[in-house]
């Protein structure tokens, strides 16, 4: 039967097999269906090879070469012998591949990545173009498994055990000059070229010793050294993970064990990991961020019949520390953008924070200094309107104030054109209300980045009554453009993730007046997987800021958001976090915590009360979950997996549990309704008054995801 999704031609000589093939997605992955096509192809170039004087490994589409194994097929697997098996087969495959007596080359020109990189390093040679869509990498770690089809047992051999392990522990992807540079890569051709550059690498193979002379150099190194890499290695994973994550340590268990030994031994090893870790459930965990991850690249607001406004040219209002991080998203979207404020002082502020962000990629070489020196060109700084009429996006970046937000946009809908987008990067005031100020309604919403805005990757658009559907995706496709994970909103008190952050904050103060040490709760948090402590957490936010958000959510929500007065005190006294240098820890002049603050400390019960560390968790997850569940109940946002993407993006809450509500679902929603109920009774009523629609779960014995 004819192939359906790879193509095998043979051109003089030269067997040409093409991936991609009659397939009508943008991204081609290793299917179930595509894996049988290409083992039947590479048993028919091993039947014809005394005719062949090689084969050249190809991709039909412009910007993928092979995304990897289709992650559904992984998520398929229900026990640790079938995906055993699975990576089994893939390693058979990649092996006949290896073994085939011709040269091979594999011309990579887009993504190839996890499967791809795989196969390719089963090839004799591998060739890339220059384009800046070409990647290489082994990112299986990031869905907590190991490579399966032999990518951890080839990568050392080709490119060394340091740089390999650096490749596979982190799942980095790396462009195609930075692969030649690393030994990955024998040579970058524009990608026109790459075919008929593949003929002259079959010839270079003749005349070198090919990938088994690197085998034996691998083997021959010397081995009290590859016991020290693989120890700083396991080092440098578990104070980057925490020892939360079970792939890097399993990967380096593998790769350690099979140092010495052949294909066959270490590929059985290989393939047995793989089983184990597909079917745990942090790797389902992962996966089921991988998957919710992508359905975010799709705009949930269904088909929009109207015109929708293409975002080209942007402008904020409000420089300063965040006002120049939005700005430096503009830049990297290409917008030439505006910043304007009322004074010099913000815009310098501002223009320093932009010019920081730039040089960190230009520090790790993703930036050239004459692109840096052009984007910070293309930022207009500026006290006046002037230009404003010519953009399509503006962002509101001042104090966070309801008269002062209302009369900015007033005043600033005069300046601009009928189809410009005007949005609010408020945190906790009401969109609804701000947008009252506005003629035209229908083109504002609310557009709230997270703190720093180049490493945080959520951005909450956030609902009016009178937004129209063309504002939405307009704002949505532009946040996908710039790189960024959207989640559309409902306007209400704390909208989302303030919303939910909000009482892990609180609870954390309610446990230092009763006497926990704040040692005790920021370790019982970190050691649950959160990046911050509570009190760690309020310094950087500003506690100022935290005071201010906790009484406009007391206000909207009532007595179950009702804040404890620890921060009030440190507030009173003059702490106010990190920008101060001083709140719940004293900061150097760097940013760096210099110790805990002694003179909160002071402020603080000095009767301290031991509390077990789990109890200490439960106190600040389940109101969490408890206000999630009444955010679904009122619609602000439709599904769970949007309040556990919401979460993990906006506060880093820990990946490998799958999301808030995933969590919550794995230990069971009747204990944890049992345990809220608990407290309701001893601790506080009001801020743990179990949600209706939490107890219907129980009652029907449903779980979140199943709603």
């Known amino acids: ?114 499967g791809g990189t795989e196969l390719v390093l089963s090839c004799n040679s591998i060739i890339a173009s220059h384009d800046n869509s070409t990647v290489l990498g082994l990112p299986e770690v990031k869905l907590g498994v190991i490579p399966g089809f032999g990518g951890t047992y080839r990568m050392p051999r080709r490119i060394g055990l340091p740089k390999a392990l650096e490749l596979i522990l982190s799942g980095k992807m790396v462009k195609a000059k930075k692969a030649k540079r690393m030994g ?35 083997a021959s190194d010397n081995f009290l050294s590859k016991k020290i890499i693989f120890q700083k290695a ?32 270490y590929l059985a090893s290989e393939s047995q990991a793989f089983g184990e870790l597909c079917v745990s459930e942090q790797s389902k965990n992962l996966q089921h961020i991988f998957f919710m991850t992508e359905e975010a690249k799709k705009f949930p607001g269904g088909e929009v019949t109207g015109d929708v406004p293409e975002l080209k040219r942007g402008a904020v209002l409000g420089a300063g ?17 505006i910043m304007k404020d009322l004074n010099e002082e913000a815009l310098v502020l501002g223009l320093k924070q932009a010019s920081k962000n730039f040089m960190g990629a230009v520090k790790r070489k993703r930036l050239t200094k004459d692109d840096f020196e052009r984007k910070m060109r293309s930022i207009s700084p500026q006290l006046s309107y002037a230009g404003f009429a010519k953009t399509d996006l503006v962002i509101e970046a001042v104090v966070e104030n309801m008269d002062i937000k209302k009369s900015v946009f007033a005043e600033t809908e005069k300046h601009v054109s009928e189809t410009c987008l005007l949005t609010s990067n408020t945190s906790s005031l009401s969109v ?64 989302l993730v303030n919303r939910i952050l909000m009482p892990y904050l609180n609870e954390a103060g309610f446990l230092l007046e ?28 500003g506690i100022d800021v935290g005071v201010k958000v906790a009484k406009i959510l007391h206000d909207g929500l009532g007595d179950r958001a009702k804040a404890s007065g620890a921060s009030d005190l440190l507030v009173d006294k003059g702490f106010l976090g990190k920008k101060s240098g001083a709140g719940f820890y004293l900061y150097d002049e760097n940013g760096k915590v210099a110790g805990a603050n002694e003179e909160v400390q002071a402020m603080l019960p000095k009767d301290t009360k031991k509390m077990d560390e789990t109890e200490i968790q439960m106190r600040v997850v389940l109101p969490m979950i408890n206000e999630a569940s009444i955010i679904l109940e009122e619609g602000i946002v439709g599904t769970p997996s949007e309040v556990d993407l919401g979460l993990i993006f906006g506060i880093g809450f820990p990946p490998f549990r799958g999301g808030l509500l995933r969590h919550a679902d794995s230990e069971g929603l009747g204990r944890i309704l049992e345990a809220i109920e608990k407290y309701s009774k001893e601790v ?12 219907d779960l129980v009652a029907q014995k449903k779980k979140f995801y199943d709603s």
Not at 202 to 212: I, T, V, Y
Not at 234 to 261: C, H, N, W
Not at 684 to 695: A, C, E
């Open 184 to 218: 990955l890569v024998d040579g970058v051709y524009p990608k026109e070229r790459l075919l008929t550059q593949a003929l002259d690498h079959f010839k270079a193979e003749k005349k070198s010793e090919g990938l088994m002379g690197s085998l034996e150099n691998f």
């Open 684 to 695: 506080d009523f009001d801020r743990y008054q179990p949600s209706g629609y939490l107890k």
């Open 432 to 495: 609804e209300e701000m947008a009252t100020a506005l003629e035209r309604p229908e083109r504002f919403a609310g557009l709230h980045f997270f703190n720093p805005v180049h490493m945080m990757p959520l951005v909450e658009i956030i609902t009016h009554s009178k937004m129209s559907q063309e504002t939405a995706k307009a704002l949505y496709d532009w946040c996908l453009k710039a790189k960024k994970t959207p989640v559309v909103v409902k306007d209400g008190p704390g909208f």
């Open 321 to 337: 520390t965040m006002g120049g991080g939005i700005a430096w998203l503009m830049c990297n979207t290409d917008m030439a953008p």
């Open 234 to 265: 396991r080092e440098s994973v578990l104070k980057k993970t925490k020892g939360f994550y079970q792939a890097p340590l399993k990967i380096l268990d593998v790769m350690e064990a099979g140092m010495m030994k052949g294909r066959t031994s």
């Open 1 to 114: 039967m004819a192939n359906t999704k790879i193509s095998l031609e043979v051109k003089d000589k030269v067997a040409y097999v093409g991936f991609g093939y009659n397939c009508d997605k943008s991204m081609t992955v290793l299917d179930e269906e595509s894996l049988v096509e290409l083992r039947d192809t590479v048993d028919d170039l091993h039947g014809k090879a005394k005719e062949l004087d090689g084969v050249v490994f190809f991709s039909h589409k412009d910007r993928c070469f092979l995304a990897g194994a289709d992650i559904k097929l992984i998520a398929s697997m229900k026990t640790e012998s079938e995906g055993a098996h699975g990576a089994e087969q893939g390693q058979l495959l990649f092996n006949k591949i290896e073994d085939l007596p011709i040269p091979t080359v594999a011309c990579v020109h887009g993504v190839c990545l996890g």
């Open 514 to 541: 009763e006497g926990v040490p704040m040692k005790d709760i920021d370790e019982a948090c970190l050691n649950f997987g959160m990046p911050m402590g509570p009190c760690r957490l309020l310094d950087e936010i």
